[in-house]
T-cell receptor, first 111, second 113 residues
Framework: DAKTTQPPSMDCAEGRAANLPCNHS???????VYWYRQIHSQGPQYIIH???NNETNEMASLIITEDRKSSTLILPHATLRDTAVYYC????????????FGAGTQVVVTP | DAGITQSPRHKVTETGTPVTLRCHQT?????MYWYRQDPGHGLRLIHY???????DKGEVSDGYSVSRSKTEDFLLTLESATSSQTSVYFC????????????FGEGSWLTVV
């Protein structure tokens, strides 16, 4: 599975959009981009995933560049409860669902 | 909520004793996983299962065994617990055709003294 690069931390004001970048320059054609987050002392929470098209669900939007070498997770209206570590993961469709978690981005939402 | 229940949620045990953690799911998913999470190492896959009695090793399987005799239950056993196995253990299920979207349980905190 391709490796990803994320900033170690970022702050966001409550009510504003949070844009979390992820670089995955070695991504292969059969690899998806997944985003998870982990709130302290809880299990990782699935947010969204995509292959090459932009995706949106009730939690967030995922924007993948045309060359697929980077992506951005957008939390449209950040709340204090969105404070968490966010993980960008790239994995192939035939990898039996195994996930390779990196260090992630610590996002702190402030009032 | 992915219908995953882990038990026990917290346990303290002595070195050398056997320990079994249970993961129970209510939605009949084929794929199930056990991860451990430690500071500085992130989440690491211990074992996984792709069906009843079908299991395989992950990246940190030494000292652990698993069993899946029913679709809904995936058991993780530490045959003889060591202090290095003090960790938070997460069970997960995989949904979709290849179990590609993974949902995690709330974790089991194990302390080996």
């Amino acid at each position: 599975d391709a490796k990803t690069t994320q900033p170690p931390s970022m702050d966001c004001a409550e009510g504003r959009a949070a844009n979390l970048p992820c670089n995955h320059s070695t991504i292969s054609g059969n690899e998806y981009v997944y985003w998870y987050r982990q709130i302290h002392s809880q299990g990782p929470q699935y947010i969204i995933h995509g292959l090459k098209n932009n995706e949106t669900n009730e939690m967030a939007s995922l924007i993948i560049t045309e060359d697929r070498k980077s992506s951005t997770l957008i939390l449209p209206h950040a709340t204090l409860r969105d404070t968490a570590v966010y993980y960008c993961i790239v994995r192939a469709t035939d990898s039996w669902g195994k996930l390779q978690f990196g260090a992630g981005t610590q996002v702190v939402v402030t009032p | 909520d992915a219908g995953i229940t882990q038990s026990p949620r917290h346990k303290v045990t002595e070195t050398g004793t056997p320990v079994t953690l249970r993961c129970h799911q209510t939605e009949n998913h084929r794929y199930m996983y056990w991860y451990r999470q430690d500071p500085g190492h992130g989440l690491r896959l211990i074992h996984y299962s792709y069906g009843v009695k079908d299991t395989d090793k992950g990246e940190v399987s030494d000292g652990y065994s698993v069993s899946r005799s029913k679709t809904e239950d995936f058991l993780l056993t530490l045959e003889s617990a060591t202090s290095s196995q003090t960790s938070v253990y997460f069970c997960a299920i995989g949904t979709g055709a290849n179990g590609n979207t993974i949902y995690f349980g709330e974790g089991s905190w194990l302390t080996v003294v």
